[in-house]
């Protein structure tokens, strides 16, 4: 971008200007630290010049939003065309409830839903199961049966909203719900909009909830996949989430490197299921966690539209834009919330609001600032969601594609993301011998990512404890007063209501029906079939989560029993 005799200018006025003007500043003052880093503790200079980004070609590493590489964004008008999608994570308790705040969100101006899941339904037993006591509702909403999707949906028209679910082990069952609700309210499958979580292979790497071995549990991701490109082309059947892998105390080099590997894994099965690229990938979506540094935030989102792009079209084949395109779904850091002081937490979350934006999100959760204590209080709520308002209508931010592109800082840190995430990438793939998704599947049986993620976690710890890196309220600027605001608290009678209703589907369905549809999933498994049809079949006749997920765990054993997650 600079011809060589500029930048030799540059270097000599820097120098001058370190010599002159820094040098008597540092001799009589000082800096504040001895070395200033990113939360990931990756080191940033004191100044960057057009020295630090002298080998980036224009066209290739950046181009225009909307063309290839996509580093400066996904769409040519970006946030001038619309704004992101405002999707708010909701759920507690019974159905009713939940479909209570749903409307609750629609009319204060939200624009996608989002679903959370009680630990029951995440993990595919139902509400009866005695180790469901103690936590129906508990931290989102009880799902046993179709019954419960058809309130939790009640006055919500699916052919008028996108729904995102976030579920994993089970989210198969969740789709096929979503699917038989659509089918009754006469919505044509290939119109019903929305994203299930349903990567398994983040379960494996750092949040821990499964329920059958990996390689199974692969192999019902990519019927998902197969399934939605046949049936329901408009949603996203896995959103591939870095998400948890970030909370689980990883870099944001590991954050973005583990999840493409994840991607590229998933696109590598559903390959070998005989598709083409180009038929699936741009069904694929992508899930990011947004944290305090703001630009190193923002690098690792256009790092990650570039190592994607090029990646998809090098290694995979593909030739349609849009399954170059990584669109993603943001959500602020949950792990950087504090039960300290929680009102800070409404500044923390506009912070990584305004990194998710200037990344060029597609769609955005911000956290309510009470999280850190309980589930979000409904005055919680409306401040998360009046944070992504304000930056959307008042702050300019969505009003300029990619602001932050041409900064040297910027630029610099995409560059050096992108080098360090492409290390950890090929790593992966030298370990399944040239295979990322075989690389992956062994890096989980090894305890490759757990090792990564976890001494990246104790070092930021020892930072913290040390007061290396400062956390407002908690090691720094404390305060001895109570400072804790009104919290939700699930009703206690909410288990038993679930339980009753629950108790009544069993008594009024047709169990003879039941009984066949789970023998039909259990051919199809046997037949090595795409189970989704089955699975629709299943819940359609009111067979309960449980009972369902009860076939996959007797054929391919609960990898719970074999594996600790001590």
């Known amino acids: 971008m600079y011809d060589e005799d500029d930048l030799a200018e540059i270097r000599d006025a820097k120098e001058e200007w370190e010599e002159e003007t820094l040098g008597p500043v540092l001799d009589a003052y000082g800096e504040r630290k001895d070395r200033f880093a990113t939360v990931s503790n990756l080191e940033v200079d004191r100044l960057y010049t057009p020295d630090d980004v002298a080998d980036i070609d224009y066209e290739e590493d950046l181009g225009f939003p909307g063309e290839d590489p996509y580093t400066r964004g996904v769409y040519p008008t970006m946030y001038r065309g619309r704004t992101w999608t405002m999707r708010q994570f909701a759920g507690f308790g019974t159905a009713e409830e939940t479909n209570e705040r749903f409307h609750y969100l629609i009319d204060e101006g939200q624009t996608g839903l989002s679903t959370a899941f009680d630990m029951p339904s995440l993990m595919g037993k139902d509400s009866d199961d005695p180790l469901s006591d103690g936590e129906v509702g508990k931290e989102g909403v009880a799902v046993d049966t179709l019954k419960d999707m058809e309130i939790l949906f009640d006055g919500i028209d699916l052919a008028e909203v996108s729904t995102s679910f976030t579920i994993n082990p089970s989210a198969p069952v969740i789709y096929a719900m979503y699917i ?31 329920v059958i071995p990996p390689e199974p549990s692969l192999d019902i991701v990519t019927d998902t996949i197969e399934f939605a490109v046949e049936e329901t082309p408009k949603i996203k059947p896995v959103s591939i989430s870095g998400y948890h892998i970030r909370e689980a105390g990883s870099t944001a080099v590991q954050e973005l490197a583990f999840t493409l590997a994840d991607g590229f894994a998933y696109v ?45 079209e090098e290694w995979y084949g593909a030739e349609a834009e849009a399954s170059k ?76 594609a990619d602001p932050l592109g041409g900064s040297f800082a910027v630029e610099s840190l995409t560059d050096e993301t992108e080098e360090k995430a ?54 720094k600027y404390e305060m001895e007063e109570d400072t804790r605001p009104d919290i939700l608290k699930v009703d206690e009678e909410t288990q038993q209501r679930q339980l009753d209703r629950l108790a009544e589907v069993k008594a009024e369905r047709d169990d003879d029906a039941v009984e066949a549809a789970l023998d039909d999933l259990q051919d199809a498994i046997d037949d090595g079939e795409n189970v989704m049809p089955a699975i629709v079949d299943a819940v359609k006749a009111y067979a309960t989560m449980g009972e369902i997920m009860q076939v996959f765990e007797a054929e391919y054993g609960s990898y719970q029993e074999t594996v600790s997650v001590a």
């Open 180 to 210: 038989a609700l659509a089918d009754k309210q006469g919505v044509p499958r290939e119109e019903i909009r929305g994203t299930l979580q349903n990567d398994m292979l983040k379960e494996f790497i750092a949040q821990k909830e499964w």
């Open 268 to 312: 590598e099965d559903v390959m070998d299921r005989g598709l083409d690229v180009d038929e699936f990938a741009p069904q694929l979506s992508f899930f990011f966690n947004s944290h305090n540094s703001i630009f190193e935030e923002v690098a690792k989102f256009r790092a990650a539209r570039r190592i994607y792009a090029n990646v998809m």
């Open 325 to 400: 395109q990584l669109k993603f779904h943001t959500q602020t850091a949950g792990q950087s919330l504090t039960a300290q002081q929680p009102l800070n937490n409404v500044v923390r979350v506009t912070i990584q609001a305004l990194a998710g934006v200037l990344g060029g999100t597609q769609s955005l959760h911000t956290n309510s600032f009470d999280e850190a204590l309980a589930l979000p209080s409904e005055k919680a709520v409306r401040v998360a969601l009046r944070t992504q308002q304000i930056i959307a209508d008042e702050s300019g931010a969505a009003d300029i």
């Open 422 to 475: 492409m290390a950890y990438i090929e790593e992966i793939k030298e370990m399944g011998d040239g295979s990322v998704r075989d690389g992956v599947l062994e890096g989980i049986e090894q305890g490759y990512f757990h090792r990564e993620i976890q001494d990246a976690s104790y070092e930021y710890q020892e930072r913290v404890e040390a007061g290396e890196e400062t956390v407002v309220g908690v090691n």
